[in-house]
T-cell receptor
Framework: GNSVTQMEGPVTLSEEAFLTINCTYT??????LFWYVQYPGEGLQLLLK?????DKGSNKGFEATYRKETTSFHLEKGSVQVSDSAVYFC??????????FGQGTELSVKP | NAGVTQTPKFQVLKTGQSMTLQCAQD?????MSWYRQDPGMGLRLIHY???????DQGEVPNGYNVSRSTTEDFPLRLLSAAPSQTSVYFC??????????????FGEGSRLTVL
């Protein structure tokens, strides 16, 4: 079945460091791919999305490119801030129309 | 704007007790769903609904019941709570396009502890 695998956390970075969080997926067909972010004590909210191969989603300085050849959707940011500390979830929508989430990656950014 | 509202935010139950987690949305979304979040497991889908009167099982439905009598409300019922149901529960809604769920809007979560 369809699935999403993320790199394990926690990831700890210094402010202004470069961020990569790896996400790979297994799916039949051509799902849309998403990154959600969960700040402490809150629900998840959509960060960015891509609906077809080679699409790049971007928001708040974060980017991710839908790579069909490597079945990946890695999240990147050139310079992280303390306020980016959160848990990040990669997700896809499967043929049944439901969203399937990865296990989440916790990011901690130190001043 | 209210968005997706969940109640209660915190609840402690004893094994065998029953309770209902409430979820309401004011965005006229057709699709509503319940997830549970456990450490290292991500979010797992419990039940979902594509419209009033229609519900279906997700990945981990055992021990939970749902109903959808209105577009706005989607309560989750635990009939006989077990310690394995200790978790954080999230309700989420969406307006599908061409039958495909896109962006989900989440509530703030309900933290349940079963002793």
């Amino acid at each position: 079945g369809n699935s999403v695998t993320q790199m394990e956390g926690p990831v700890t970075l210094s402010e202004e460091a470069f961020l990569t969080i790896n996400c790979t997926y297994t799916a039949t067909g051509y799902p849309s791919l998403f990154w959600y972010v969960q700040y402490p004590g809150e629900g998840l909210q959509l960060l960015l999305k891509a609906t077809k191969a080679d699409d790049k989603g971007s928001n708040k300085g974060f980017e991710a490119t839908y790579r069909k050849e490597t079945t990946s959707f890695h999240l990147e940011k050139g310079s992280v801030q303390v306020s980016d500390s959160a848990v990040y979830f990669c997700a896809l929508n499967n043929q049944g129309g439901k969203l399937i989430f990865g296990q989440g990656t916790e990011l901690s950014v130190k001043p | 704007n209210a968005g997706v509202t969940q109640t209660p935010k915190f609840q402690v139950l004893k094994t065998g007790q029953s309770m209902t987690l409430q979820c309401a949305q004011d965005m006229n979304h057709e699709y509503m769903s319940w997830y549970r979040q456990d450490p290292g497991m991500g979010l797992r889908l419990i039940h979902y609904s594509v419209g009033a009167g229609i519900t279906d099982q997700g990945e981990v439905p055992n021990g939970y019941n749902v109903s959808r009598s209105t577009t706005e409300d989607f309560p989750l019922r635990l009939l006989s709570a077990a310690p394995s149901q200790t978790s954080v529960y999230f309700c989420a809604s969406s307006l599908p396009r061409q039958g495909v769920v896109g962006e989900l809007f989440f509530g703030e979560g309900s933290r349940l502890t079963v002793l």
